[in-house]
């Protein structure tokens, strides 16, 4: 299982990213924008701003989107940072995401994502927020 910390920012990602990557060095794994969401109600504006973006850094990810208020995002520092936690099943993501949400609250629901993984988030019953996210073709 890799545990790997998840940032988001209020529309400066990509400038971020960017920055980390002057820093560390590496190119990023993928940079997917909300244009590229099926979702047809996204707005204009936003939709080169960034879904997610991968920037490896040894043996493990840095990690980021923004996360907009148009979209219904308060961004502030204490509440832009997940622990993401990538578990080697579907079955161990489900388990550790229901453990995790027990006395918490579920932000979105452990489900099938239209990029194919099987992703879900919470805060937990302490107030520490997590993403679990399966891919069948981990990095």
Same mark, same amino acid.
């Given at each position: ?11 400066? /990602? ?59 995002? /308060? ?17 161990? /993501? ?13 932000? /979105? ?31």
């Amino acid at each position: 299982m890799k545990i790997n910390p998840y940032l988001n920012f209020g529309g400066h /990602t990509e400038a971020a990213f960017n920055f980390y990557r002057s820093v560390f060095g590496g190119e990023f794994l993928n940079v997917n924008r909300f244009g590229e969401n099926p979702d047809s109600t996204i707005p204009d504006p936003l939709k080169d701003k960034i879904m997610h973006i991968t920037l490896p850094i040894d043996n493990s990810y840095l990690m980021g989107s923004d996360a907009p208020e148009e979209m219904g995002f /308060t961004v502030q520092m204490g509440n832009n940072t997940y622990i993401m936690i990538s578990p080697d099943s579907r079955e161990e /993501t489900k388990r550790v995401f229901e453990a995790l949400a027990a006395g918490g609250t579920v932000e /979105t629901d452990l489900q099938d994502m239209f990029w194919g993984d099987y992703y879900g988030s919470l805060t937990d019953k302490y107030g520490v927020q997590w993403m679990l996210n399966y891919s069948k073709t981990q990095h």
